[in-house]
């Protein structure tokens, strides 16, 4: 009887995951059951071992294992660039086009009047403070293209007016897209910024 | 740098769930760290206790903490009547439907020629020895509509034939299906087993 309630309980907990309902979750436990020593155990000890180690980077709100993350310890990313995004998921996305060869600051979402999220919630004062601290020649603003992206890159901006450079990431058709799919708003923008062959 | 490792060991073994691709499994595992003490820390524990209490019953392979699962050791669902299905995922279905009052045989797949799984692959030896050693009235087959399923529900049947009443899940339009958007084969078994009103 007991069991079942543990199963029960997993596959509710497995169920409250981004991207996994009640079925997938029921689902990846069988899956996790079947492959007991391969996958169910090894998943838990490394879920304990993550849950234990990582923590929040001090300086940029990065995840990593100590007080500053690797890229905040690295000396080689202290270029004077910095982006600021809005999710540690950003930032990855970002490491993993590999262009980009600076530090990073991560808000911890965006501005939102419907959420009652304003520059206090967010890593906004902190991100001031690195600027002053900081060798900062130029601040890129990689935030979404959402409402509540936008709004927080127009706060940020208004803020640093005048003392510092100032930047977002460009917008346009993505490498590989087909114009017929694309919604207009792009299509605008990218006409809007177009450049010299 | 240790914990970046670990990190991407998590999403790897996270991204082997199924439903979970390694895009899925980043957001996963991001939320999981944001909801540390809610979440991530519940979750290993439970995965722990689950990997080291759950266990096939000996009778019908059902999963449980004992030997034999609730279901098998609950003299109330002892009425004759026997269900064999493919899967544990398979078991819970019907069990969610609670319409069926007795007990399960969880045959641990289906047979296929392709994949090299014959009957003692399967727990077709056991079901056999359950029919002659259990009070059994009624075997019914709730294997799934696929060749591979109905191979087996045929090879089950050939070997019971004259021994004891089988039946099979009827086929037809399910619980509010719209024909228009059945396939023809769903249709045609519909129409063949259709009844006076």
Known sequence: MNGKTDLETLIEMMAKLPGL??????????????????LLMPLADQLTRVGQTVRECLNCGNIGTASL?????????????????????????????????GRYHVLGGALSALDAVGPEELRIPKLLDRI?????????????????GQTTAH????????????????????????????????????????KAV
Chains 1, 2 share one sequence.
């Open 155 to 194: 706060y940020i901006a208004e803020q640093l007016e005048g003392r510092i450079a100032v930047t977002s990431l460009a917008q346009g058709v993505p490498v590989g897209g087909e114009l017929d799919y694309l919604d207009d708003g792009t299509i605008g923008a990218a006409l809007k910024a177009r």
């Open 21 to 38: 309902g009640p079925r997938s979750a029921r689902r990846a436990v069988l899956h996790l059951i079947k492959k007991r020593a391969l």
């Open 132 to 148: 002053a601290a900081e060798n900062v020649s130029e601040v890129i603003l990689a935030l979404n293209a959402t409402v509540d």
């Open 69 to 101: 993350c690797a890229i905040c310890e690295s000396d080689k990313r202290a270029n004077g660039e910095l982006c600021v995004v809005e999710d540690v998921a950003d930032l990855w996305a970002m490491e993993r086009a590999s262009v980009f060869k």
